[in-house]
T-cell receptor, first 108, second 113 residues
């Protein structure tokens, strides 16, 4: 079955404590992987698109990487304002599947 | 500023009523989408439209209807046939439907009372 799984479901970090969020997928013919940030009660905000294994993208404290089976969102020295739910989505053939997200909390 | 505007932000519906959620975009995008978000579940596609006057059912279209009379607008009607309509509804758009990045509006909360 085609699936997108995000782990962990929730993550608590101290400010400055770097970590990684995982998005693993079991689909054939990946055509793109997307990362979004979602604040409570708001729509997802686009972060990155990755198209092929080995590709990396960076934005401020965030760095997204992609392999043939998974993607990582690395957060370096996070701040409390990085607290949010991070969603990944996988586009393959003509379908887009969203994961259930990782809820990140960063404490000062 | 370019973006996607959803209204209302909060909506209450009585049992048996139809309600319509508005979605307007000024990004000049051809494709528009409606998603539903429930706690603990990934976003699920309700309907999508790749071009004016054309739309397709998504994974959970039962109890919903849409129209696409203008490029900028893609309203969603939640009908009384939708058994569990209480949810967070997200409208989105993209340049085209073939794997292009999807951008979201701020969402609308619908509660059945």
């Amino acid at each position: 079955e085609d699936q997108v799984t995000q782990s962990p479901e929730a993550l608590r970090l101290q400010e400055g404590e770097s970590s990684s969020l995982n998005c693993s997928y079991t689909v054939s013919g990946l055509r793109g992987l997307f990362w979004y940030r979602q604040d409570p009660g708001k729509g997802p905000e686009f972060l990155f698109t990755l198209y092929s294994a080995g590709e990396e993208k960076e934005k401020e404290r965030l760095k997204a990487t992609l392999t043939k089976k998974e993607s990582f969102l690395h957060i370096t020295a996070p701040k409390p304002e990085d607290s949010a739910t991070y969603l990944c989505a996988v586009y393959y053939t003509d379908k887009l599947i969203f994961g259930t997200g990782t809820r990140l909390q960063v404490f000062p | 500023d370019g973006g996607i505007t959803q209204s209302p932000k909060y909506l209450f519906r009585k049992e048996g009523q139809n309600v319509t959620l508005s979605c307007e975009q000024n990004l000049n995008h051809d494709a528009m989408y409606w998603y539903r978000q429930d706690p603990g579940q990934g976003l699920r596609l309700i309907y999508y439209s790749q071009i004016v006057n054309d739309f397709q059912k998504g994974d959970i279209a039962e109890g919903y209807s849409v129209s696409r009379e203008k490029k900028e607008s893609f309203p969603l009607t939640v009908t009384s046939a939708q058994k569990n309509p209480t949810a967070f509804y997200l409208c989105a758009s993209s340049i085209g439907a073939d794997g292009n990045t999807i951008y979201f509006g701020e969402g609308s909360w619908l509660t059945v009372v």
